[in-house]
C-alpha cells in the first residue's frame, strides 16, 4: 500500500513551466524532475532553456526540453505547446511561471509598459492555458499552477500593471478551476510574496527599500527560491488531488496581517 510520501511523486508526469531558466521556474522545474517527472522548460531566451534543460537532466535523469517561447505570443505558445506534444507524448502539467514587473507611479507608465506586464503575466496564463485545454480534457486529467502573487491581495504604490495582471491570473484560476473540474483538471494559484529572485534585484539592492520589506513580513526575512518548491510540487501532485481553484499564499505571513 502506498504511503503519504508516495502521494508528493510525479512519476510518470509530463510537466511544462514557463519562464523555466531562473528564480520560481527553474526551482519548479528541478522539484519535478527529482519527483519523477519529465519536464519542459521555455524561455525568450532558447539557448537558455537548452542549457538548464541539460543541467536538469543531469542532475536527475528525467527527460528534459528547453524550448524558446514568447507566452505573450498566442503563435508562439501555439507552437510551444505542440512541440512539447510531439515530443513527451502528452502533457499533464502546466506551470504558468513566465512574468515581469516594471515599478513606477501609473502617470509615467506608457501604453507599451503596460502591454508588456499584462502580456508576460495575464496574457500568456491565458493563451498557455487556452493551448492545452483540449489536451488536459481529452485525458481527463491535469495539473494547472498558475503563478499569481501575494500583491492580488495585497498591493503597494507603482504596481498598478502588475497587481491588475495577478488579480486577473487569480480570478482566471477559480473560473478554470470550475470549468475543468468535471474533466479531472484542477487549477490553483500559487501566490508568492516576498523572496530573493532575479525580479525584485532593483528592491535587494536599495537598502532602504529592502528593510521596508523585511520589517513588514511576520516570519522577519525574505524568502529564499527554494521555499517555493514544496508548494509547487504539493499542488502538482496527488497530495492536493482534492483542491482546484485555491490560492496558496507563500509570504510569510504578510497576507495575514
Not at 206 to 219: D, K, M
Not at 235 to 256: E, P
Request: hydrophobic share 45%; glycine share 10%; aromatic share 8%.
Amino acid at each position: 500500500m502506498a504511503g503519504v510520501l508516495d502521494s508528493f511523486r510525479l512519476d510518470g508526469r509530463m510537466a511544462l513551466v514557463t519562464g523555466g531558466t531562473r528564480g520560481f521556474g527553474r526551482v519548479i522545474a528541478e522539484a519535478y524532475a527529482e519527483a519523477g517527472a519529465d519536464v519542459a522548460i521555455c524561455s525568450r531566451d532558447g539557448d537558455a532553456a537548452a542549457a538548464v534543460a541539460r543541467d536538469i537532466a543531469r542532475t536527475t535523469g528525467r527527460r528534459t526540453l528547453g524550448l524558446r517561447a514568447d507566452v505573450s505570443d498566442p503563435a508562439s505558445v501555439d507552437g510551444l505547446i505542440a512541440t512539447v506534444l510531439d515530443r513527451f507524448g502528452g502533457l499533464d502539467t502546466l506551470v504558468n511561471n513566465a512574468g515581469v514587473n516594471i515599478r513606477r507611479p501609473v502617470e509615467d507608465l506608457s501604453e507599451q509598459d503596460w502591454r508588456t506586464v499584462l502580456g508576460a503575466n495575464l496574457e500568456g496564463t491565458f493563451y498557455c492555458c487556452r493551448a492545452v485545454s483540449r489536451h488536459l480534457k481529452e485525458r481527463r486529467f491535469g495539473r494547472v499552477l498558475n503563478v499569481s502573487s501575494m500583491m492580488a491581495v495585497a498591493s503597494l504604490a507603482g504596481r498598478v500593471p502588475y497587481t491588475a495582471a495577478k488579480a486577473g491570473i487569480l480570478a482566471m484560476t477559480r473560473t478554470l478551476a470550475l470549468e475543468w473540474a468535471p474533466h479531472g483538471v484542477t487549477v490553483n494559484a500559487l501566490c508568492p510574496g516576498p523572496f530573493l529572485t532575479e525580479m525584485n534585484a532593483p528592491i535587494m539592492e536599495n537598502p532602504e527599500q529592502f528593510e521596508f520589506f523585511r520589517a513588514r513580513i511576520p516570519l522577519g526575512r525574505w524568502g529564499n527560491p527554494p521555499e517555493i518548491a514544496g508548494p509547487a510540487l504539493f499542488l502538482a501532485s496527488d497530495a492536493a488531488s482534492f483542491m482546484t481553484g485555491a490560492c496558496l499564499f507563500v509570504d510569510g505571513g504578510w497576507t495575514a496581517q
